[in-house]
């Protein structure tokens, strides 16, 4: 195992009616709150007046950023940089999904950038201490209310880039299930292929003795494809729910994958499909990473046995064989709760696969397994049709 620092200083808030915490939690912040929302779900279920409602018990003002869209866009983050300077806001309370969330810290990060906020993204300009983050979770996926990363999508360059730095963790996140329980079922099940594939990143990677790790990204796995039936039958299990939650932000909140290589080759090959497709982003992965696994299995085989034998229970001698049918399984286990895996299936064809390929590699070959080049990930793009 690789030597490591881990220090994540999110405080988490769980558990069922936690909402109620928000308006203390944020006190501790300041005065002037910018809520960052999306497109009106959190009006729907009736958490939008609720978290007002905490807020001014409390006396604090609110300003607000609505209308974030999933593949979150600049132009709404440099709108929000703005309002954050003419009303001089103290805390960016996002109450979302990552859109959301990520919207609120490329917020926070263009703030304190003297340039256009995209610099930080495109040419990877340093990003500085900044105001705080608070977060009030309502979909369990990206794990971004528990780490430093964020992803936004330029719609004129068809581009979507991640940036990641230690000033953008949020402070808080209040992690509900309760607001978890009205996502639609499509939406649920791609949040779940995201949380899945942030094991897959951490686990396929050619650290072999990260024993404790890869035992505990083995656990998540498990338990997310035991529950996901669950919320299949009914979607309002809570306890299922609160089960996915939090399988969803220890899947990306650092601890399964310190002292590990990593890979991340298929979540910027997926950035480059919904760049460019606008597709939401479970949905790419579960569709790229089968044919990654099939790319690379070659090079880790033990590591493919392992997912087949402590993950799906498939027996067998041969590691190399076991692997493939745990890929194969895989895929049965997307198609059966109606996730496609195929390019075709959601309306692309190979029109752009080289600008795909082109845009995935733009900083240099990506991942770890194996360093793919443009030509190996227009072949993987080819795979996937
Ligand atoms: O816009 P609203 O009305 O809020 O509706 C959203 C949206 O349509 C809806 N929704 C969310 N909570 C709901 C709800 N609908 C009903 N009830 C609720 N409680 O769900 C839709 C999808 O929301 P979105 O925030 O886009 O989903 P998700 O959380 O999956 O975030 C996806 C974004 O995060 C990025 C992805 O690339 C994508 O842009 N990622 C961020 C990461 C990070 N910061 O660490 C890592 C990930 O790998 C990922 O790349
Ligand atoms: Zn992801």
């Given at each position: 195992m690789r030597n490591f620092v881990f220090h994540n200083p999110t405080k988490i808030i769980f558990g069922v009616d936690t909402t109620e915490e928000v308006g203390k939690e944020s006190k501790n912040y300041g005065k002037r709150i910018l809520l960052v929302i999306g497109q009106g779900s959190v009006k729907k279920i009736g958490l939008y007046d609720r978290v007002v409602k905490l807020l001014k018990e409390e006396g604090l003002e609110i300003f607000e950023l609505e209308g974030v869209k999933p593949n979150p866009r600049v132009d709404l983050v440099r709108k929000g940089i703005n309002m954050v300077r003419e009303n001089n806001i103290d805390l960016l309370l996002a109450v979302g999904g990552g859109s959301v969330i990520d919207t609120a810290k490329a917020i926070a990060a263009g703030l304190t950038y003297e340039g256009d906020v995209w610099d930080l993204f495109k040419y990877r300009k340093p990003i500085k201490p900044t105001i705080p983050i608070g977060v009030v979770l309502t979909l369990a996926a990206t794990g971004s209310e528990m780490n430093g990363n964020a992803v936004i999508s330029n719609l004129e360059t068809q581009e979507k880039l991640a940036i990641s730095s230690p000033y953008i963790y949020p402070k808080f996140s209040i992690l509900d299930p309760k607001n978890t329980a009205s996502v639609p079922l499509n939406h649920t099940l791609y949040g779940i292929v995201d949380i899945l594939s942030h094991v897959f990143e951490q686990y396929f990677d050619r650290v072999d003795d990260a024993i404790l790790q890869d035992r505990f990204a083995e656990a998540i796995m498990k338990t997310v494809i035991e529950t996901t039936p669950k919320i299949i039958k009914n979607p309002e299990d809570l306890n299922a729910r609160t089960t996915i939650l939090w399988c969803g932000t220890n899947a990306l909140n650092g601890i399964i994958g310190v002292g590990k290589e990593q890979d991340w080759a298929t979540h910027a090959i997926e950035h480059a499909i919904s760049a460019i497709y606008d597709i939401p982003h479970g949905l790419g992965l579960a569709i790229v990473f089968p044919h990654w696994m099939k790319y690379v299995s070659d090079v880790i085989p033990h590591k493919f046995a392992n997912f087949a034998r402590n993950v799906w229970g498939i027996t067998g001698d041969d590691d190399f064989e076991v692997g493939l049918k745990s890929i194969e399984r895989l895929i049965d286990f997307y198609e059966s709760i109606g996730?496609?895996?195929?390019?075709s299936k959601v309306g692309i064809n190979d029109e752009k696969l080289e600008e795909m390929a082109e845009k995935a590699t733009q900083f240099g070959p990506i991942g770890n397994t194996k360093k793919l080049a443009k030509e190996d990930v227009y072949k993987i793009l080819q795979m996937c049709l």
């Open positions: 996730v496609p895996t195929k390019l």
